[in-house]
Antibody, heavy 121, light 108 residues
Framework: QVQLVESGGGVVRPGRSLRLSCAASGFTFSSYAMHWVRQAPGKSLDWVAL????????FYADSVKGRFAISRDNSKNTLYLQMSSLRRDDTAVYYCVRVDCTITNCLFDYWGQGTLVTVSS | SYVLTQPPSVSVAPGQTARITCGGNNIGSKNVNWYQQKPGQAPVVVVS???DRPSGIPERFSGSNSGNTATLTISRVEGGDEADYYCQVWDRGRDQYVFGSGTTVSVL
């Protein structure tokens, strides 16, 4: 069965950096685009970033562009999110998500359990 | 950017029908996916591509989409259906992945 397990969350001071990881199993990781989605406490879901199946294409939400970097290691079935210049409004649970796209639809079909990032002094 | 609007909350008695709307400009021209999220858990797909139901999701969950409104319908509501529900679309033109504001379903 598909499993996505995030790690690396924690408490970090504003302006500092943090790297999240997501270990994938149960499917052919190198065949899927992978995304990060976050959810601030009590708020809705907020798309953060995506990487194509081979890592050649990467896209970001405007709110994190220039500060966050998504990457993947298909030999290790692992997705990463390097977060820099963290701000208090980056505080959220960060989910690693497999997304299955057709010509007309992109479905966030499998989610990890999430890892909490708290930005606080 | 494309915006999806949901009512903050819907309350329904057990056994009755809950309808959750998702409003967006010409949303009927897009595929809408619906996710259920229970407290402390990750979201789970309950309806994809407007009206498809993944395996394991009860037939009580159904979806429709037309004009400026998509709707998730939960028939014969049970206490276990209490959760937050989010709609989502892929705005292909802008290559944006958009989630709705979320609706909390409460079973009276």
């Amino acid at each position: 069965q598909v499993q996505l397990v995030e790690s690396g969350g924690g408490v970090v001071r504003p302006g500092r950096s943090l790297r999240l990881s997501c270990a994938a199993s149960g499917f052919t990781f190198s065949s899927y685009a992978m995304h990060w989605v976050r959810q601030a406490p009590g708020k809705s879901l907020d798309w953060v970033a995506l990487t194509s199946y081979d890592g050649s294409e990467k896209f970001y939400a405007d709110s994190v562009k220039g500060r966050f970097a998504i990457s993947r290691d298909n030999s290790k079935n692992t997705l990463y999110l390097q977060m820099s210049s963290l701000r208090r409004d980056d505080t959220a649970v960060y989910y690693c998500v497999r997304v299955d796209c057709t010509i007309t639809n992109c479905l966030f079909d499998y989610w990890g359990q999430g890892t909490l990032v708290t930005v606080s002094s | 950017s494309y915006v999806l609007t949901q009512p903050p909350s819907v309350s329904v008695a057990p056994g009755q029908t809950a309808r959750i709307t998702c409003g967006g400009n010409n949303i009927g021209s897009k595929n809408v996916n619906w996710y259920q999220q229970k407290p402390g858990q990750a979201p789970v797909v309950v309806v994809s591509a407007d009206s498809d139901r993944p395996s394991g999701i009860p037939e009580r969950f159904s979806g429709s989409n037309s004009g400026n409104t998509a709707t998730l319908t939960i028939s014969r509501v049970e206490g276990g259906d209490e959760a937050d529900y989010y709609c989502q679309v892929w705005d292909r033109g802008r290559d944006q992945y958009v989630f709705g504001s979320g609706t909390t379903v409460s079973v009276l």
